[in-house]
């Protein structure tokens, strides 16, 4: 079954064509990479899944439903989740309070005030242990590593039982170590039925995690396919190195 398409996805700012035309489809349970050169447009075209920013001209369909210009917020209600490339997370809350704000951003203040929802923090020390920082649960967020705080967003994201999960550069800036982590976590968390879409720079990564690969130049998929085919393919290196 077909979890995401786009379908001409076009987005200019002023005069650059961040996003140009861009047709992908991707089918459910499969871990999908989006690579391409800095600049090609590959979070632009995260904001414009995920309702951050309205595309100019195209459609986005996930599971057959029109999803074009919803806000962030129906789209995550329609099962699709995120994570930022600048690893987004409320640096003066503890891990926990950031996993519960995660679901009820609206009622902040009792959340402050300690009034958790029993069955909510369960939910939160299940995927922070999946993610191995249960024990910080009380740590204020901005003591956590910047790897540390990657997987409090992605644990965060989880909250909301997302069936498609896009990760913006999750390798970005963490240790080897960590990225070993991630890499299982999400192998583990696609054998559970998730689907994945993930920006990543760590080649090594993609193409040792991936099921199909998709690449993108100047805003739009230029080759798309399993690693080994896409690793061979001229078009990608010329992509890269802009003969
Ligand atoms: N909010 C914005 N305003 C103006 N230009 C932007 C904005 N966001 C992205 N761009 C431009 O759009 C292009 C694609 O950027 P981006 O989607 O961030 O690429 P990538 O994630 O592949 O590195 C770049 O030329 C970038 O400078
Ligand atoms: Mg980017």
Redesign the pocket.
């Known amino acids: 079954m077909t979890s995401l398409r786009t379908h001409g996805l076009t987005k200019a700012?002023?005069g650059?064509l961040?996003?140009d035309g861009a047709g992908v489809e991707l089918r459910d349970g499969e871990i999908n990479a989006l690579i391409?050169?800095?600049?090609?447009?590959?979070?632009?075209?995260f904001?414009l899944i995920t309702g951050m920013?309205r595309p100019d001209s195209g459609r986005v369909t996930y599971r057959g439903r029109d999803i074009t210009g919803h806000s962030p917020h129906r789209v995550a209600h329609a099962g699709i989740g995120r994570t930022f490339?600048l690893c987004r997370v409320f640096p003066r809350l503890t891990v926990l309070e950031n996993m519960l704000v995660a679901v009820r951003r609206t009622r902040l203040r009792e959340l402050l005030a300690g009034l958790h929802d029993k069955g909510e923090v369960e939910r939160a020390r299940h995927w922070l242990g999946r993610m191995g920082i249960d024990h910080l649960e009380r740590a204020e967020a901005r003591h956590l590593s910047y790897g540390q705080q990657k997987l409090l967003e992605l644990a965060a994201v989880l909250m909301a039982e997302p069936d498609l999960v896009l990760l913006?550069e999750p390798a970005g800036g963490v240790n080897p170590a960590l990225i070993d982590r991630i890499v299982t976590l999400v192998r583990d968390l696609n054998a559970e039925g998730r689907t994945f879409l993930v920006?990543e720079h760590n080649m090594d990564m993609v193409m040792g995690m991936s099921d199909h690969v998709i690449v993108?130049d100047r805003?739009r998929p230029i080759a798309a396919g399993p690693p080994a085919t896409v690793r061979n393919d001229p078009r990608v290196l010329e992509a890269y190195l802009g003969v």
């Open positions: 700012f002023g650059v961040a996003v391409g050169p800095n600049g090609c447009g590959k979070t632009t075209f904001n920013i490339q913006d920006v993108f805003g």
